[in-house]
């Protein structure tokens, strides 16, 4: 059996690093969105899209783009985070973008129910919106260059590797093995067929 190469124990550390920055990120989010706010009033609840940005740009050009910017990311990280933790590198960029947007939803959403619960807090669809697109445009500038960068570093350390089990020109993988490495089996038990 082969011994997994130093590609595969980067991925998993990889991997775990961006479970670890996932859940970091997410208490963040949680003390700056659950915390209660002292304030004599409390504005309604926006349920109409679009409506919470008009209203902000009525404020004048700095505080909208402030409120804005702030709505884009709070969650913008995820779109970097999320498939850092999945680890894959070899994945189609329309299914991880749709993916990770709608994770990016999901929690936007939940944060948003959340505060339905937190004195002072109100509920407003465009933050919903706010936040999914500002997951949707980290992931759209961060994640397909990054996946590239670390499928040529990749893809080049194992061409470069003494075993010659790389997938360049030439090179051939053995019946039973994929790209994941050799199918493990048991001795003296029987393969079904």
């Not at 011994?3 to 550390?13: D, K, L, Y």
């Not at 690093?17 to 989010?29: D, E, K, M, N, W």
């Not at 700056?32 to 009525?58: E, F, K, M, Q, Y």
């Not at 990311?73 to 990770?100: D, F, I, K, N, Q």
């Amino acid at each position: 059996m082969q011994r997994q190469g130093s590609g595969g124990s980067a991925a998993v550390v990889v991997r775990v690093a961006g479970f670890v920055l996932v859940l970091a990120h997410l208490l963040l989010v949680a003390w700056v969105s659950l915390r209660p706010r002292d304030v004599a009033w409390v504005t309604a609840p926006n349920t109409v899209p679009l409506n919470g940005l008009r209203a902000d740009l009525a404020l004048g050009t700095a505080e909208a783009v402030r409120l804005i910017g702030e709505g884009l990311l709070l969650l913008a990280p995820l779109g970097v985070l999320l498939p850092m933790a999945e680890g894959r590198l070899r994945v189609s960029p329309w299914a991880s973008l749709a993916r990770t947007t709608a994770a990016g939803a999901l929690v936007s959403l939940a944060v948003e129910l959340l505060q339905t619960a937190v004195p002072g807090q109100v509920v407003d669809v465009d933050s919903i919106l706010l936040n999914t697109a500002g997951v949707a445009l980290a992931h759209l500038l961060f994640v397909p260059a990054g996946r590239a960068w670390l499928r040529r570093r990749s893809d080049a350390g194992r061409s470069g590797s003494p075993t010659g089990a790389g997938r360049g020109e030439g090179s051939a993988l053995p019946r039973n093995e994929g790209p994941q490495g050799a199918t493990p089996t048991i001795t003296r038990v029987p393969i079904a067929r």
